[in-house]
């Protein structure tokens, strides 16, 4: 029974001190994965704060892009209005021209 007994004593301490070394490497391995993790949360914030200064940009850039486009439409409203104006004034003086043939052909009959 004595026997019986340290050798179930000698098992535990063997599985106390496999337990004890197992529970040191998972100490380790927890460190290490701590470290990484602290290094992938700075990599992170660094990746959160470039995207953060890419969306200014791209927004900075949007609006240089839209000022220049509201500058080309204003330019080609005005030029269709003076292309407007333009074809009035050319069909004015096409009736002028018209009425002027008219008047040029009366007379012709009339002498």
């Given at each position: 029974l004595v026997q019986q007994t340290e050798r179930s004593?000698?098992?535990m301490t063997q599985r106390a001190l496999e337990a004890?070394?197992?529970?040191?490497?998972?100490?380790r391995e927890m460190f290490l994965l701590q470290g990484e993790l602290e290094n992938i949360k700075a990599e992170n914030e660094n990746?959160?704060?470039g995207q953060t200064?890419?969306?200014g940009a791209m927004k900075q850039n949007i609006d240089i892009a839209l000022q220049n486009l509201h500058r080309i439409v204003s330019g080609a409203n005005w030029s269709i209005r003076q292309l407007v104006s333009g074809a009035e004034l050319l069909h004015f003086v096409a009736e002028l021209?018209?009425?002027?043939?008219?008047?040029?052909e009366v007379e012709a009959e009339a002498e």
């Open positions: 004593l000698q098992l004890e070394n197992n529970v040191e490497k998972l100490k990746l959160r704060a200064t890419d969306l021209l018209k009425s002027t043939g008219k008047i040029s």
